[in-house]
């Protein structure tokens, strides 16, 4: 089992910045990892996911203003998020997928262990 621990959430103003952190710990190994969030009233949706080797793939509306990296040696997956809009509210989650050779394009499909959330609030 993995088990993700997200950090980093807060309260910003519209166009500021915040950087959220999950760290990753268990006994099986994770590949991919990623970040997906739920606003309020509304279905959680994919918004970043990154290889063990550095391949990345976004959602659309993200790209440009989030980035997403990693540190194997330490387990640990970033977001860093820019010009942060109202919209963007919502609680961030961890994901993390145990299996291989998944392509990067079906990574928004291939999760396996998720962590609890941290929430993002974008003050306009």
């Known amino acids: 089992q993995v088990q993700l621990v997200e950090s980093g959430g807060g309260l910003v103003q519209a166009g500021g910045s915040l950087r959220l952190s999950c760290v990753a710990s268990?006994?099986?190994?994770?590949?991919?990892m990623g970040w997906f969030r739920q606003a309020p009233g509304k279905e959680r949706e994919f918004v970043a996911a990154?290889?063990?080797?550095?391949?990345?793939t976004y959602y659309s509306p993200v790209k440009g203003r989030f980035a997403i990296s990693r540190d194997n040696p330490k387990s640990t997956v970033y977001l860093q998020m820019n010009s942060l809009k109202p919209e963007d509210t919502a609680v961030y989650y961890c994901?993390?997928?145990?299996?291989?050779?998944?392509?990067?394009?079906?990574?928004?499909?291939?999760?396996?262990?998720w962590g609890g959330g941290t929430l993002v609030t974008v003050s306009s």
């Open positions: 990154i290889s063990r080797s550095g391949l990345t």
């Open positions: 994901a993390a997928s145990g299996r291989v050779g998944i392509p990067v394009d079906q990574y928004s499909r291939a999760m396996d262990y």
């Open positions: 268990g006994r099986t190994s994770v590949y991919a």
